[in-house]
Structures are given as C-alpha cells and as structure tokens.
C-alpha cells in the first residue's frame, strides 16, 4: 500500500493520507498488517484503539486485530498491563513510535536513530522486544499499531515507512465504523426484516408471504436496503449486514 503524506505536516501520525482502495471489512486488513509484519520480520502484530472519555485515567486500549496466536488473550492482557498506562499517557504528548526490549538480553528492539526517531518503554517486562506506532485521528480513531519480535532493528526510513501504513490502518477502521453507523442509521426496520429472511434462504414469494406484504414491496425493500449498504446485489447486502452485525 502507498501513502502520501500532506506535506504541511512533519508528524506520519496525523498526516492525511490518500485513500489506497475501499476495504468492505476487516478481514481486508489483515493481508496490509502481515505485508508490514514480514517487512521487518516480526513474529505478531496487533492493532489498538482507545475507547473511554477524553481523560487519560479514564481511557484504555482495546485490541481491534491480532495475530496473537492460540494464547491471544493472555499475551494481550500481558501487553495492556505491561505497557497500557505509558501508551495511553503517550499519544496525548507525542506522536513517536515507542520501542522496548523484552526480558532476555538478546531480545531487543534497535534502530541507529532512536534518539531522533522514537522513545523507549520501559525494558525487561514482556518475553518479547516490539515498537507501537501511535496514531491520533482526533476525537475517536486514536490507537497504536504494535509489532514484536525476539530482536528487531529498525532504519528511520522503515519506521517513517511503517508509520505512514498504521496511519491508513487505523483511517480504514474508522471508515468502516463509520459506514456501519451509517448503515445502521438508514435501515429500517422492514429493510432489516427483509434482509433476514432472504439471509435464511427465502425468496421474495415466501417473504412476502411471511411478512404480509406484497412481493414488489419486498423487492422494493430489499433493492433500498442494498444501495444503502453501498452494495451491488443482494447477495453481498446480506454479507455485509451479517458482517455488520444487523442480521444473523
């Protein structure tokens, strides 16, 4: 993926970024996340959003996507505790990526610029050496992407580069929130009703039937139902409504 920076603004973590192509769910992003991943040969990522008021002591990171593995909630809960407080204290002051070297003495996170280019976390609390890039979209979308590893060595070309990528991570996630509002918003409840039954397998006929209605106004409903889910046949608007969560 290709980001461009605006060039009014020397922080990656609020640059505005060009849109790279729509994403229809979250599973879209986890291809991005493994391509940054491999890039410096890290062993996990996850991705982190705050959720909670303004106030940094009433804020806390939840865990948007992960590659944890089998013991994801132990290891994401062993994050949060180790590290959670000084993430959240951190984006509201700067914008650097964070580092920090895990228990072992070989298990480190290096770069040649660190002083200029990031900060470091307090060392020897977790198995594992990692980075977190901070990225603030102002009221709702603030968050971090992480990456660990057993040793990471990190350019200031890589970073800036990573960064710039968590960026567009964490503006496509917000997006789909935001189409989800959306979606939520415009459908009625008819729409809804209708999307169900044709999710179970029933045809307009049967619908109309079910639901007491005419079969054109059941094809009316569900043809609305699919612009509003910005999508282009019904089969994909029953996608994205189970995927929305509005139909099971």
Not at 99 to 117: C, H, I, K, L, Y
Not at 208 to 224: C, D, F, I, P, Q
């Amino acid at each position: 993926m290709r980001y461009q920076p605006d060039r009014t603004t020397d922080m990656p973590g609020e640059s505005r970024l060009t849109r790279s192509g729509r994403i229809s769910g979250r599973s879209d992003l986890f291809p991005k996340l493994v391509s940054m991943q491999k890039l410096i040969d890290a062993q996990h990522f996850a991705v982190y959003r705050l959720h909670g008021s303004g106030l940094p002591h009433k804020q806390r990171l939840v865990c948007e996507l992960d590659n944890w593995g089998s013991a994801n909630s132990v290891v994401g809960k062993s994050f949060v505790e180790a590290y959670g407080e000084a993430l959240i204290e951190h984006i509201d002051k700067s914008l650097l990526p964070l580092m920090w070297n895990g228990r072992d003495s070989d298990s480190t996170a290096e770069t040649p610029d660190f002083a200029v280019f990031t900060q470091r976390l307090k060392p020897h609390l977790l198995p594992f050496a990692g980075a977190a890039f901070p990225v603030r979209l102002g009221a709702v979308g603030n968050g971090y992407t992480v990456f660990t590893a057993k040793f990471m060595d990190l350019s200031s070309d890589m970073i800036v580069e990573l960064h710039g990528r968590s960026c567009q991570i964490m503006m496509q996630l917000l997006s789909l929130d935001e189409r989800r509002s959306q979606a939520a918003e415009a459908l009625s409840e008819r729409e809804i009703a209708c999307l169900q039954l044709a999710g179970d397998g029933r045809i307009s006929e049967e619908i109309a039937e079910k639901l007491g209605l005419s079969v054109h106004t059941v094809n009316a409903y569900l043809g609305s139902a699919t612009i509003k889910l910005d999508s282009v046949n019904r089969i994909q608007a029953i996608a994205k409504a189970i995927r929305f969560g509005y139909i099971s």
